[in-house]
């Protein structure tokens, strides 16, 4: 049995554009390869690589492939290919074809879902954020691109401090209200293997920013969620619009100033996991990626 774990250049060990936080790259390569225990081999791989050699593995697990949100229609178009030549997919090419644009957060807010409420341009500008801040009625916002991962391409204005005239996203955008509690707080993470906790954390920004992720500083301590953050996040899993649960998810929470959490995303393409968290967590990923191989 042989796994590829998709990557990019920007991940893969030795390469000389690797990021400064493909150290996580590393943890969840170990993680997975502990899990599978001998079970099956496991390779990683930029998934650029000629298709010929993808479609030698049996199946592919979506580890790094953080380059993606660049080139979406090519990568959607690669995972199309291999689903078609036989190769199983963690997860799946219709799962990752919905999770690919962040508008799917409007359809889980309409399925009930408490959510931030957010603003959908088709493109950002300095009159987008300026209306933003008197639609939600708020002295800040944050503006993301809806097809995007790990705040890159983000920004954050105040009244005080607008985009200069000339700022912009030139792309399909999201707009949100910038929530304290992601630097008092916290952002929580909830992650689940085939439908089944795991385990969970939270995220902390470093002193004056709030930004969460490592490449920025960020730091995760463990966390035991209360029975009703857990129910929050599982309810999120329950509205995805699978016939089965994702092989993984991690569902990105902050508390509203109501006491309850909200969905900031629920990651299902190639989130980062944080193994160092959920001792369980590899025999657990690898049981479930081995499972749809049966």
Known sequence: MRIAFLSCPETLPGSPARRPDAFEHDLLFDALSAGLDGRAEITAIDWRAPLGSLTAFDAAYLGTPWDYTDAKDAFLDRLDALESAGVSLANPAGVVRWNADKLYLRQLAQQGATSIPT???????????LAAFDHFATDRVVVK?????????????????????????????????????????????FIFIDGQFSHALVKRASAGDYRIQSLYGGSKV?????????????????????????????????????????????????????PEQGPQFGRMLADAILRRLD
């Open 119 to 129: 603003l959908w341009p088709d493109r950002a500008g300095p009159a987008d954020v």
């Open 222 to 274: 463990p966390l035991d969620p209360v029975p009703a953050d857990r129910a929050a996040a599982g309810a999120i899993m329950a509205m995805l619009p699978f016939d089965k649960p994702p092989v993984y998810a991690r569902i990105d929470m902050v508390r509203l100033d109501s006491g309850n959490l909200a969905v900031i995303e629920a990651e299902l393409i190639e989130p980062y996991l944080y």
């Open 145 to 189: 691109r809806r097809v995007g991962a790990g705040a890159i391409g983000q920004d954050s204005f105040t009244r005080a401090a607008p985009p200069a005239a000339d700022w912009q996203i030139d792309q399909a955008a999201m707009i949100q209200p910038f929530l304290p509690a992601i630097q008092q707080e916290g952002e929580l993470s």
